[in-house]
């Protein structure tokens, strides 16, 4: 009888131990991931100043702002601090950049801000629509990196985890840089009723998106449709 229960009880044991061992690599191999909680205003007049780009520079009339992502862009602040950063994408009206104040009132901002030490900050609900990116801000969800052309490795480990968890809860097809979004026009998905209008950009810089795209090769998102991955 004793030999009998004894088996069983020794298979049970050394699931209990494999299924323990298999966590803790799981673990070591996934950092812990955390999204801290820091909104900007999102009030009635951001609401329907966000309804008027979509309908005026995307050509899209809906009830609500709020996108179906099926891209992710990649910026960099250009302004050297957490807070800097969020006093600038805090208020509902634009209140600089002569260059694109005739285009709406409506301020830039995005919902993902990664600060210097890769902590990952929540602006806004991941699927309202934002403007940040010329032609595209129907269709792409944003993520903004304090600093310039010195983003840290611990940004990068964050910009690689949030792709992550973007693709793994939407629809996502493309991950670009800022500087490629001039790219799609001409394609299915540039939305932009003044061809006019355009700027120059250059963030996050291509060595940080080449390192960020190779981290997340195995999720198969595309990029620039006028350049090879």
């Known amino acids: 009888m004793k030999t ?41 007049e951001r609401k329907l100043l966000s309804l ?6 995307h050509g899209i009339q809906q009830s609500a702002p709020y996108i179906k992502p099926k891209m992710i862009v990649l910026h960099w602040t250009a302004v050297p601090t957490l807070q800097a950063a969020f006093d600038l994408f805090n208020p509902s009206v634009l209140t ?5 104040q005739a285009a709406s009132r409506l301020n830039i901002s995005v919902p993902f801000l990664v600060d210097r030490d890769g902590t990952i900050y929540r602006l806004l609900p991941d699927t309202v629509f934002t403007r940040h990116c010329i032609g595209l801000n129907y ?10 052309n010195n983003l840290t490795d611990a940004q990068l480990d964050a910009n690689v985890q949030l792709v992550r968890y973007l693709k793994q809860r939407y629809a996502i097809e493309y991950l670009i ?5 001039k790219d799609f026009i001409g394609t299915p998905l540039w939305k932009e009723t ?5 700027t ?16 997340v090769k195995d999720l198969k998102l595309k990029g620039s449709p006028l350049q090879a991955e």
Not at 52 to 57: G, S, T, V
């Open 139 to 148: 269709c792409a969800i944003g993520i903004e990196n304090v600093g310039n």
């Open 194 to 198: 003044d061809s006019t209008y355009l």
């Open 4 to 44: 009998r229960f004894a088996l069983p009880k020794l298979r049970c044991q050394l699931a209990c131990i494999a299924a323990l061992v298999s966590l803790t690599v799981c673990s070591a191999q996934s950092p812990v991931f955390r999204i801290i909680e820091k909104p900007i205003v999102f009030d009635e």
């Open 96 to 100: 600089d950049r002569p260059d694109i």
């Open 200 to 215: 120059s950009k250059t963030d996050p810089g291509k060595e940080f998106m080449k390192n960020v795209r190779r981290q």
């Open 177 to 181: 840089g800022h500087y490629e979004y």
């Open 52 to 57: 008027d780009y979509l309908i005026r520079r």
